[in-house]
C-alpha cells in the first residue's frame, strides 16, 4: 500500500529522499546527539503534507490521540518504546495515572484511550484513568465499541500528590490538552511527574513558538544532509490581535499572508514549481483543525464572510482566537484511491512507533483535511519506518518513503524539545 | 503458527503462565529494577525447554548467531533496540567495527553477520567487518546465498586502539565467542568500548557460574510471582576435573550424575510426573552444541565407548573437555508437525527482538537439538514477545506464550549480568 506519489524522477523530494537515505548514518547520528542536551516529549503525533517537491511538518500534537488508528502490528514497538520512555523517567514505578479528555461519548477517543492503557500495561505498569470533569464524583464506566470498557474515576487531590482512591501514581500523563485553561488540580505537583509539562497545554502553547524552533532544527539538519531548509519547512508569520468577529487585525492578516506568498512565489520560480501558492490561517493556540482556512489571495481575508469568521472565531472548548498564524500551505500529492491524503507520524520517546494516512475524500490537495469526512488507513507493516532499503531506486520503495516520514516527523520532535524548553516558566524565572 | 503443546488444564506450566501473565506489571517493574543495579549484556541469545511441567533456560549466549533466522517483521524492533543500546553506551558513535567467528565458508553463519550488520546500520553506525584470522591480509570478499556480499578486512592495532584502514570505531563488536583463547591484539583496549568484554568469552566463560547466578535470579523471580523456582531453574552439578580420553574423573561424573537424578526424582515425585528423569552431560566452556550427551543413569558414564569420549574430548577449535557440566535435562513438549523443537529467544540490551524454534526431526525430546539436521522456524508476526492477551485462558494463546518465553529468557539474561559482574577480572582485582 504505497500511496499513489505524482512525482517524476527529477523532483526535489526524490533528491531528499536519496539525501537522508545516503545520510542515514549520520542523521541517527545527528538524532542521538541531539537527545544527549534534550529531552523528547514523552509522546507526539505529526501531521506531514508531502508536495512532491517538498516534504514538512505542519503540525505537532503533544497529546496524541488516535493511537487506536496504529495498526496492532505496531504494538511491540510501541511497548518497547513506552518501556525505554518509563525507565528514564521513573523506573521504580508501579502506578500511572492517565488524565483523559472529557469526550465521553466519543468512542473513537475511548478507544485510543484504550490502546493507550494497554501500551503502558504491557510496559508494565497499573494504568488507571482519572477525570478533570468535576461532574465526575463516582467510578464511571464507558462502553468501548470493540468490547470492554474503560473505567474513568475521580481525581483526588491532596497538598502535594495527586491520584485516585487507593492509587497514589508516581506518574501522571495527561492526554488532555488543557485548552480550557489549566486547572489548579494540577498545579503545584512536583513529587510526582506530569507530562507533558503544563506549558505544552494549549492554554499556554503557541504554534508559532512551536514553528520559530523548527526553523532553527530545520536549518542545522538541512546543513547536515546538504539540501535547502525548505524542502522541509514550511514558511510563516504570525499576527498577535487578531478579533475576526470584530474585524480587528485584518490588515495585520493580509500583510502577513501577502508576505508569506511573496517568498513561497520566490521559492517555486527558483524550482520551477507551477503550482499556485496558498497559505493555511490558523489558530496560534488551536486544535483538532477547528480554526483553519485556506487562503489563496490577501484580499480573501478582508472580505471574510460571517459564517467564516463564526468558524475562525472559536475554537476548541470555546477558546477565542486572537493570535493567528498563516502558514506556508504544503499541497498533498499523496492519494488513497483518488482521495487525498497526509501521513500522520506517532513517536513515543525518541521512536518512531507507527503511523496512518489520514485521508479525506472530500478535500482539495490545499485544504485542511483534519475535518469531519476524514478517514484513517494505518500503515501496513512492511512500512514500518525505520528499516530502510538504500538500493531501491528514489520514490519507488515504501520503508523508503516511511523512513524520510520519520525522519521529519523527529525533527519536529527536536522542535517541540526545544520549543518546551524555551517556554519553561521555571526556567525563564531561573 | 503456535506449536503443539501436550499439556492438560491442571498442568504447572500452564500455573506458570498463568502467574507470569497475572504479574506482567509487577515483572516488567521488576526487570526494571534490575537493569538499575545491572547491565545487561549487549546482546544475546537463550535457549529454552519446555517441558509442560516446567520452562528453563539451558544454554545462555553471549555472541549470538542466528540473526538471519529471525522474521524480517522483527526488524524494526531490533533496529529500535539497537539504538537504544547504542544510546546508552557511546551516543557519539560514528563506526562500529564487528569481530565475526573466522568461518568464512559456513553461509548460515554469513548471513547471520548480514543481518547484524544490516541492523547497526539502520540504527545509525556505520559498520565494518575485521578479522581475528591473521592469514586475512587484504579485503576478502564473501559473497552471500541471498545476494550482496560481505567484506572482512585485517585488523590493525595500534598501542592503544584496534580499527581497518580509514576506520577508527568507537565500539567493537565481538561476534566471536573466542573459543580459541583471547587473541592479544584484543588486549589492552581501554581507548574503546569492547562488547562483550573480553571475559564473556569461552576462553575464560564457564557455564556453570552462569547457572549459579541463574539460580539466585530465579529464587527472587519464583518469589516474586509465587511459584516453586524448580519451575523454571533446571538442577545441576559441576565436575572440575574430567579427561574422557584418559579416564579420569569417571567417578564424579558418575556421582554428580547420581545427584542430580535423585533432586529430579524427588520434584518428579512431589508434582507427580511420570516422566523418565534424565541429565544432560556437556563442557563448561563448550558451545555450538558439541560435547553434549544425554545420561539417564549414573552407570552409563562409566561405560563410555572410544566414539563418545572423542565426541566429548573435543569442542570447537580443538579446547580440550576438562569442566563438566552436569544439568538437569527438561524434555522438550514442544513439537513441529511431529519434529521436537526448542524456543530461541533473541534479545538486544534489555529488550526481547525476536525468536525462533530449532527444530530436529531426527532428535528425541531428551535430546540435544543444537546438531546436524536442526533447522529453524521463525515465529511469525502474530508471535511477537511484548504485547500479551491476559484473557485467554493458559495454554491457549500464542502471544501469552511468547510473553512467558521472552521472561525466562530475560532472566537468563539477567543471570548473565551477574555473571559477568562476578567474573569481571578487573572488579577482582579492586
Redesign the interface.
Known sequence: MIPHLITSSGDPVLELEQRILEA??????W???E??EHTPPFYSSVDLRNAGFKLAPVDTNLYPGGFNNLSP?M???A???A??A??KIC????NLLVIPENHTRNTFYLENVHTLMRIF??????VRLGSLDETVTEPMHLKLPSGGELVVEPLIRNKLRLGLKDFDPCTILLNNDLSGGIPPILQGLHEQYLLPPLHAGWAVRRKSKHFHAYDDVAKKFAKLIGVDPWMLNPYFAQCGKVNFHERHGEDCLAEAVDSVLAKVRKKYKEYGIQEKPFVIVKADAGTYGMGVMTVRDPSEVKDLNRKTRNKMSVVKEGMEVSEVLIQEGVPSVERLQEAVCEPVVYMMD??VVGGFYRVHADRGPDENLNAPGMHFVPLA?EE?????HPEAAPGTNGPNRFYMYGVIARLAMVAASYELERTDPETELG
Not at 91 to 94: D, I, L, S, Y
Not at 121 to 126: C, E, M, P, S
Open positions: 542515514q548514518p549520520s542523521i541517527e547520528r538524532f542521538r546527539l537527545w544527549m502490528e504494538m511491540p514497538l511497548v518497547q518504546a518501556m525505554a518509563i525507565e523506573p521504580e514505578a508501579k500495561r504491557q510496559a508494565g505498569l497499573n525518541r521512536y507493516f514500518q519506518f525505520n528499516v530502510t
